[in-house]
């Protein structure tokens, strides 16, 4: 899938043959809805997967890992042959938008008069993100995947992120315990963290949208409170717990969210220790992110001690 041996029709006949042998394990008519056979198996479904859309997925991927490699040299050959498919494309030195519009299959402007003449890992990409719904980012050359709720970022990126939840833990250290860190919880959610403070379960998800701006906090925000009600009742349903999600999000260069500070008492106890920790840890030598100087900062009352950027 990943070099292209068999193009997607090859893909869909392949599914189409497995469908046809799956119905007739389970002794099925032929002509029997493949819902049943393409549902989670969290629903009661097969759960089979689709070979026609993991080519897809392993086309993107392969685009996504040349311009992510750790080998500097694979990375700027990448990003150059990218800008040069594009540049065919549209007529000009490509922009940061003019790559993500041109690998998230945008149609409009010069993209819907021109067209590519010669195939490659790029146009692939491009091609396969359109069937799939997946959208790209671009900021000084560096990538970034939307597909969905789920974001993947170029290892900076992640790297962030992780050095916010480990401040996160050590906030939550002087005030409770933490059950788990990245693991699945109720079959398919994954929540950063889950925490028992003060007697609650507590939740903790930290988001950081590509994007540092208000409303690209209010998108992804949204996107977390849409998600996580599952994981509440499950909580309560399996194991007769009340648990709180606390959502914390921060900027790709460092802003605080002020809805970050409209939350319940508990939340805000932990935010606000986060906020102390990551200055105490700042003066001490500690982990850097530009977070410790751009964010707003709570002290015990909550009350910001910095003004938001």
Same mark, same amino acid.
């Given at each position: 899938?990943?070099?292209?041996?068999?193009?997607?029709?090859?893909?869909?006949?392949?599914?189409?043959?497995?469908?046809?042998?799956?119905?007739?394990?389970?002794?099925? %008519?032929?002509?029997?809805?493949?819902?049943?056979? /393409?549902?989670? $198996? =969290? @629903?009661g479904g097969c759960g089979l997967p689709s070979a +026609?859309?993991?080519?897809?997925?392993?086309?993107?991927?392969?685009?996504?890992?040349?311009?992510?490699?750790?080998?500097?040299?694979?990375?700027?050959?990448?990003?150059?042959?990218?800008?040069?498919?594009?540049?065919?494309?549209?007529?000009?030195?490509?922009?940061?938008?003019?790559?993500?519009?041109?690998?998230?299959?945008?149609?409009?402007?010069?993209?819907?008069?021109?067209?590519?003449?010669?195939?490659?890992?790029?146009?692939?990409?491009?091609?396969?993100?359109?069937?799939?719904?997946?959208?790209?980012?671009?900021?000084?050359?560096? %990538?970034?995947?939307?597909?969905?709720?789920?974001? /993947?970022?170029? $290892? =900076? @990126?992640?790297?962030?992120?992780?050095?916010?939840? +480990?401040?996160?833990?050590?906030?939550?250290?002087?005030?409770?315990?933490?059950?788990?860190?990245?693991?699945?919880?109720?079959?398919?959610?994954?929540?950063?963290?889950?925490?028992?403070?003060?007697?609650?379960?507590?939740?903790?998800?930290?988001?950081?949208?590509?994007?540092?701006?208000?409303?690209?906090?209010?998108?992804?925000?949204?996107?977390?409170?849409?998600?996580?009600?599952?994981?509440?009742?499950?909580?309560?349903?399996?194991?007769?717990?009340?648990?709180?999600?606390?959502?914390?999000?921060?900027?790709?260069?460092?802003?605080?969210?002020?809805?970050?500070?409209?939350?319940?008492?508990?939340?805000?106890?932990?935010?606000?220790?986060?906020?102390?920790?990551?200055?105490?840890?700042?003066?001490?030598?500690?982990?850097?992110?530009?977070?410790?100087?751009?964010?707003?900062?709570?002290?015990?009352?909550?009350?910001?001690?910095?003004?938001?950027?």
């Amino acid at each position: 899938m990943r070099t292209v041996q068999l193009d997607k029709t090859s893909w869909k006949a392949v599914d189409t043959f497995v469908k046809g042998e799956v119905k007739n394990h389970l002794s099925l %008519p032929t002509n029997a809805s493949v819902n049943y056979l /393409l549902a989670h $198996r =969290k @629903f009661g479904g097969c759960g089979l997967p689709s070979a +026609a859309d993991d080519s897809d997925f392993y086309l993107i991927d392969t685009a996504f890992k040349l311009l992510t490699s750790k080998g500097e040299d694979v990375t700027l050959q990448a990003l150059g042959q990218l800008k040069r498919t594009v540049s065919h494309r549209i007529g000009r030195p490509p922009t940061d938008g003019d790559l993500t519009s041109f690998l998230s299959g945008s149609m409009e402007g010069k993209y819907k008069t021109t067209s590519n003449q010669l195939s490659n890992v790029w146009t692939k990409a491009r091609k396969a993100s359109s069937r799939q719904f997946v959208t790209w980012s671009f900021s000084q050359g560096q %990538p970034s995947i939307s597909f969905g709720d789920e974001t /993947l970022t170029e $290892r =900076k @990126f992640c790297k962030r992120h992780n050095d916010i939840v +480990a401040r996160i833990k050590t906030a939550i250290a002087f005030k409770g315990t933490i059950l788990s860190e990245n693991q699945v919880v109720d079959d398919d959610l994954l929540p950063d963290l889950v925490a028992e403070i003060d007697g609650n379960i507590v939740i903790i998800d930290i988001t950081i949208p590509f994007e540092n701006r208000r409303g690209a906090f209010a998108e992804a925000r949204q996107r977390k409170i849409t998600k996580y009600p599952p994981i509440v009742d499950f909580f309560k349903t399996a194991h007769n717990r009340d648990a709180i999600v606390v959502l914390i999000v921060v900027g790709s260069l460092g802003s605080w969210d002020p809805e970050n500070d409209s939350c319940s008492e508990s939340q805000l106890h932990l935010t606000s220790a986060f906020c102390v920790n990551s200055v105490s840890l700042t003066a001490s030598g500690g982990v850097g992110i530009s977070i410790s100087n751009t964010s707003p900062v709570c002290n015990s009352t909550g009350v910001k001690l910095l003004p938001h950027p």
